[in-house]
């Protein structure tokens, strides 16, 4: 076991990518890639609000006391690996023979591994020194989510040779070993009271809500990327058909940091081999993201990292969009997944420059919420809305486009000493709304009189 707090975190957050790596493994020969999933959209869509929910839950309610209590998002570590590998003793079954106990497993299994890296988030800075090994330490974290799921991948894909079962109780035994890691991680305690005035005032100070708004688009983009590419490799881009059948939905590591990559596979359409490319392609761009940020940090302000960050996405967009086939595809998912890495190092460093005086485990643990609940929102629309990849790539360039003009404009103002420009909140749009229909109701009784 590794001597240091930091050394201790790394090994449980190795055994625990490896372990989702093997889920996916394991479901990627089961009764989820065998059923159309042009009839399980509306499924996939339930699916996809009920991950959501748990986490509009921990950011406002569980999580502030996870905060105070002393190791209580250490014991969100333990737990998380400790159901995630009973789940995977349970579904070894039900992989071998497709049973439909996979499709609440599945869901569980998700919803385990998410909240998983919102603990994580949490803890990071509880395990360092300084502000500078907390940027490093966030770099060697997404390298290790890159480097343990490929490493992950070799025994997998010996043993889905033999049978999934065998791939599933390979995972059961990262995840058991992740229980033991994650253990060894120091208790402290990330908030001991709660959220004052003065830290409120910093997480909301304008810099830092420009920044946390453009992170979230580039969140989003990587939900939305991530299943218009599984619906493309499905060859389902185009309206779904009258019939329905099972929806399926499984757990693989996109390369931001911590979550998914294709979460839908299938026998039809363009060739296996194409799953390999796109995942490669993304995983590679996670890896790239995370060594190049560290160096580009140093040369470079923050809010120009997340400014190129940005461009990239918009980029992306454009290569999809020219190309398209797999060439487009492989280009998007590279392209993004290099933006949202570099985003999210870009991010924690002006939440670390900004907001020094706030807890920043506290602080991380709630933007994290708040970027997985975008995740989930992203990931809604190629579900909900059958699409090909190049229309697909029209919205990821313009949402990025809108993103960073905003992000621009929302910094230049910030130099200026003046408020940012932000789009208006649901209770201001309604507040207007109602204004309006009174002012419309007094000119009439005006008029009438």
């Not at 290569?319 to 924690?348: E, I, P, R, Y």
């Not at 807890?359 to 090909?388: D, K």
């Amino acid at each position: 076991m590794a001597r240091t707090p930091f050394g201790r975190l790394a090994v449980a957050h190795l055994l625990s990518v490896a372990g989702d790596a093997l889920v996916a493994m394991a479901l990627a020969g089961s009764l989820f890639f065998d059923v159309d999933p042009s009839g399980a959209r509306w499924r996939i869509a339930l699916y996809l609000l009920f991950t959501m929910a748990p986490f509009a839950l921990v950011g406002p309610l569980i999580g502030p006391a996870m905060d105070r209590a002393r190791g209580g998002h250490q014991l969100v570590l333990v737990g998380s690996a400790a159901g995630r590998a009973l789940l995977a003793v349970l579904m070894v079954s039900a992989v071998a023979n497709d049973s439909l106990w996979l499709f609440p497993e599945a869901f569980l299994m998700l919803v385990l591994a998410k909240t998983y890296q919102v603990a994580k988030a949490a803890v990071v800075p509880t395990v360092v020194h300084s502000d500078a090994e907390l940027v490093e330490a966030n770099s060697k974290l997404q390298l290790l989510s890159g480097l343990g799921g490929f490493a992950a991948g070799i025994p997998g894909a010996v043993l889905l040779l033999i049978g999934a079962g065998h791939v599933m109780a390979l995972a059961a035994v990262a995840f058991t070993a992740a229980v033991v890691a994650a253990a060894y991680v120091p208790r402290t305690t990330v908030a001991a009271e709660p959220a004052g005035t003065e830290e409120k005032a910093e997480l909301r100070s304008a810099g830092v809500l420009t920044s946390a708004s453009a992170m979230g688009t580039l969140r989003a983009i990587v939900g939305f990327v991530t299943f218009l590419l599984a619906f493309a490799l499905r060859g389902d881009t185009g309206p779904p058909p009258s019939g329905t059948a099972l929806g399926r939905l499984a757990g693989s590591r996109l390369v931001d940091e911590q979550v998914s990559v294709a979460e839908v596979f299938a026998p039809v359409g363009p060739p296996a081999w194409h799953f390999g490319v796109i995942l490669a392609m993304s995983v590679a761009g996670g890896l790239l993201g995370a060594a190049v940020s560290p160096l580009l940090r140093r040369r470079f302000p923050e809010e120009y990292l997340l400014a190129v960050a940005v461009g990239l996405a918009i980029v992306a967009g454009g290569v999809g969009f020219l190309f398209g086939g797999l060439l487009g595809q492989a280009g998007l998912a590279l392209l993004v997944a290099v933006a949202a890495t570099s985003a999210k190092q870009a991010f924690d460093a002006v939440v670390q420059r900004d907001a020094p005086d706030a807890n920043r485990g506290r602080s991380f643990a709630r933007f994290e919420s708040r970027f997985q609940v975008a995740w989930v929102l992203g990931a809604f629309v190629p579900v909900l809305i059958p699409m090909p990849t190049r229309l697909g790539s029209i919205f990821v360039g313009a949402a990025a486009a809108a993103a960073g003009a905003l992000y621009l404009a929302g910094m230049s103002a910030v130099r200026r000493g003046q408020q940012p420009p932000r789009m208006p909140t649901v209770r201001q749009v309604s507040s207007n709304v109602r204004r309006s229909v009174s002012e419309r109701r007094a000119r009439r009784q005006a008029d009438s009189e």
